[in-house]
């Protein structure tokens, strides 16, 4: 086996063969750190090219075949990866510490019962993910082979010798390799682990899940070039006090990246949420002002979450302004609206404003809902079943959003009539004076 020297950016993994003192990736000053590159058995599995073998074809030429896919046993999962994953892929998922990553990946090497699945731990030991398995699930788990280790070459030769049907590999932040100076954890470890496991998956055709840790920005530890040699990138997010996880594709080179899961997260794992609703609208027997409707998209896919707002006189000389859910900078903007436009008087009051079901909420549509939920909460008057779709302007008026159609229809579809949108209103005060006429 041959080893090579070679220089790589800690910063972005620039790799260069000889040492430099300003990176020409990103500018910074010594952060090439010296490595020793080892070349990979597995470069004996494949077929030598000459350069009198390589040539051009033409696009007709070329045989295409659609890409077999293994389904996860989540519909959910299958829908974000675009039908299941594809053999030979790597894909990079994602996440906060403790989000449910492995046991979202754990529960699906249990799904698969076709062929061995190898999970290989780097941070928990063999009987502590049995004893995880064993509540997750009591299927027959004789498919699942299990291995604690954090020796990179060591885990690519077990994959070699097994070859197995799927490779989970928690986490890639603890591999490590003796080829390489750093710890586990640095970029020219994390390189070269995802480098090598992409190139067994290549040659082998075996599908390869790789864990990712994520850092206080929300960016994927490591260097960047990490989420540009996967096939797929995951993200899991969600709060942690909260059962509620969403997960989201960013990248996917044999699908698209509209589609997004939604999961519940508890004692029993984690379950599949087909009606989004169920989670996010809070059943009432009697309407209660401060609470409406808005339809958000996640992705291409449309559910009604209720928003909630509680309106309170204030001895304080500068009213409290409290957002839960959603951007609090974005709410202060709507009460200014609310205020100038609408001429409520708010100026006095505390206001807070939360999404049921511990959603965050980024969807311009859900603006007028928001608007209207002070309303109701400051008027007195109940607005719940009440639906509100609009992007509300800094002039009061009312504009139509992406895929209003979809939106309605949704609505619809749950029994809600009551549907406040751009194309029935043109401005937030009409909308008031309407709800202030019946009321």
Not at 156 to 164: G, K
Not at 346 to 353: F, G, K, L, M, R
Request: net charge positive; hydrophobic share 40%.
């Amino acid at each position: 086996m041959k080893s090579q020297i070679s220089f790589v950016c800690q910063e972005c993994g620039y790799d260069s063969p000889q040492w430099l003192g300003k990176c020409p990736e990103c500018g910074n000053w010594n952060t090439l750190r010296e490595i020793k590159v080892q070349t990979s058995n597995l470069k004996s599995q494949t077929t030598s090219l000459t350069p009198e073998k390589i040539e051009p074809k033409k696009l007709s030429e070329i045989k295409f075949e659609s890409k077999e896919r293994m389904t996860t046993g989540f519909s959910e999962m299958d829908s974000v990866l675009g039908g299941g994953i594809v053999r030979g892929s790597v894909t990079l998922l994602a996440g906060d510490p403790g989000i449910g990553k492995s046991t979202l990946l754990l529960q699906l090497a249990l799904n698969i019962t076709k062929g061995p699945v190898l999970y290989i731990s780097g941070e928990e030991s063999e009987q502590q993910i049995k004893m995880r398995a064993q509540r997750l699930s009591k299927k027959d788990t004789k498919n699942l082979l299990l291995i604690s280790l954090r020796n990179t070459d060591a885990a690519l030769q077990v994959i070699e010798n097994l070859t197995p049907n799927l490779v989970v590999v928690d986490s890639i932040q603890t591999m490590e390799s003796e080829n390489l100076t750093g710890l586990s954890g640095s970029i020219g470890q994390v390189r070269y682990a995802t480098g090598e496991l992409i190139k067994i998956a290549k040659v082998l055709n075996i599908p390869v899940i790789i864990v990712g840790h994520v850092t206080k920005e929300g960016m994927v530890a490591g260097p960047m070039v990490l989420s540009h040699m996967v096939d797929t990138l995951l993200f899991l997010e969600g709060e942690k006090f909260t059962g509620i996880r969403i997960l989201r594709c960013l990248k996917n080179r044999f699908g698209s990246i509209d589609e997004v899961g939604v999961f519940n997260m508890d004692s029993g794992g984690m379950s599949e949420v087909k009606n989004p609703e169920s989670l996010f609208i809070e059943k009432k027997k009697t309407d209660t002002p401060g609470s409406i409707l808005v339809v958000t998209l996640e992705g291409t896919r449309a559910f009604l979450v209720e928003i909630q707002a509680l309106v309170v006189y204030s001895k304080l000389p500068m009213p409290r302004r409290v957002a839960s859910g959603v951007d609090g900078r974005r709410l202060e903007l709507l009460l200014a609206v609310l205020q100038k436009h609408a001429r409520i008087a708010i100026e006095n009051s505390d206001v807070y404003v939360n999404v049921a079901g511990g959603l965050k909420l980024s969807d311009p549509a859900a603006d007028l809902g928001i608007a209207l939920a002070v309303f109701s909460s400051f008027k007195n008057i109940p607005l719940a079943r009440s639906v509100a779709i609009a992007e509300v302007g800094l002039l009061g008026e009312l504009r139509l959003v992406s895929s209003f159609e979809k939106r309605v229809k949704e609505a619809k579809k749950l029994g809600f009539k009551d549907i406040i949108g751009a194309d029935k209103f043109k401005t937030l005060n009409q909308v008031i004076d309407s709800f202030n006429k019946n009321g």
